[in-house]
């Protein structure tokens, strides 16, 4: 710091430049409030399209009437022994049948009834052809003078090239007795293996399990037979995985999941109310005039209290137990009204939230699509907020830079002052003494 002493005074340059760019930095200043301001407004568009995004997927199981075509599935059997699952989906239709799993599909197995000494030693024969077929498909192969090693691995790489259903293995019984083994790739008599060639009766392959279809006896009457032990269409929309065969019958019961739909209806008042108090916080916090912030409470609330048009026993959230908390806003539900009514009409509540056009979860989630979609409101908000900010950060970029191009005039013309006052100084403390002299 710089101090002069002229007529008594002392000068702080220092501090004369800095109280001056107090004075030149305030339009700085307030693009830094301007800037915290955007900032703000930015975050709270993100909690409110967080906000916003939970409530549209809580919509996601009550936004289509397939969303209420869902099922549980029971059996009478032990889920600790059971002879088969079942899984069910939209296609079905709630009804009991009587199931009982006569046989598992198998896959085709051949192998060598001579056991060979070795795996890795040729096997002595004359020019000897394997030929193998799965369905329409087959291959050929030489085994000459090969090991059980080499056979294995011929048939297995003419397999996988033919895109033929059939891999070879080799089972050691002991350290003299191995045996080549075909394996069908897939289970079901359409699956079955056929060889021949002179190789096969050198190889002494002979069928060590037949190929079988699984059987289903449904109702006591109907025998559903399949190549696997997955069973899609023996009922329509039920889907049967076989896990053993079991000489008793297993009843099967499937009905609606009115659990699962209730649960959706509890989560998408959940949702709305979190969006609520969201919003009211947002308000509270500095958005209380925004224009989008303000009307997402008002059209949702308004599609909430108006009438679906339908035809069924129900046109109004408040007839199946939602209703509105006058003071908060809050969405609450009454779980045994909501029971009585899906008792009473259950298709009728499905139309209420899923109706295309008139459904009310088909209709909200069409106009939160209006605020989050890439170029809806919320979107456009946050890129013109974003805008701003960019903008606002090359004004402050631009404003810095004059203000160090100030700071310097001001430092330059204060030190050039500094060194007239004291040229000044030293004149009269010269003038002074030649005058006492």
Known sequence: MASLTLGGVNLDVQGLVSQLMEVESVPLERLQEKASEYESKLSAMGR?????????TSMGSLGSLDQFETYKVSTSESSSDQSFTATVDSDATAGAFSIEVENLARANKFGSTTAFASSDTAITTSSSSLDVSVGSDSFSIDIKDQSLEQIRDAINSAAESGDVG???????????????????????????????????????LSEKQTALDATVLVDNSYTISSASNTIDDAISGISLNLL???????????????????????????????????????KESG???????NS?????????????????????????????????????????KL?????????????????????????LEQEMD????????????????????????????????RLEKIEAQYLKKFSALDSLISESNSTSSYLTQQLES
């Open 370 to 401: 209006e605020y989050l979609s890439y170029d809806g409101l919320i979107e456009s908000r946050e890129e013109g907020l974003n805008s701003r900010i960019r903008y606002n950060e090359d004004s402050q970029l631009r404003m810095e830079y």
């Open 287 to 293: 958005l209380e005039n925004d224009s989008i912030t």
């Open 166 to 204: 059939v891999s070879a293995s080799i089972i050691q019984e002991d350290s003299n007795s191995f045996q080549l083994v075909l394996t069908a790739s897939e289970t079901g008599l359409d699956n079955k293996i056929v060889v021949s060639g002179t190789a096969a009766t050198t190889l002494d």
């Open 244 to 282: 053993k065969e079991s000489t008793d019958t297993v009843d099967l019961k499937i009905e609606r999941d009115i659990d699962a739909v209730e649960e959706s209806i509890g989560n998408f008042v959940s949702a709305f109310n979190t969006l609520n108090s969201t919003i009211k916080a947002l």
């Open 48 to 56: 409110l399209k967080s906000a916003l995004s939970a409530f549209q």
């Open 296 to 336: 997402i409470l008002t059209n949702i609330k308004s599609e909430f209290n108006s009438s679906a048009g339908l035809t069924g026993s129900f046109n109004y959230l408040a007839e199946i137990g939602i209703t509105s908390n006058a003071e908060t806003g809050d969405l609450e539900l009454d779980s045994d």
């Open 339 to 363: 029971e009585t009514a899906v008792a009473l009409d259950y298709e009728a509540i499905a139309q209420l939230f899923a109706n295309d056009n008139k459904g009310i979860a088909f209709r």
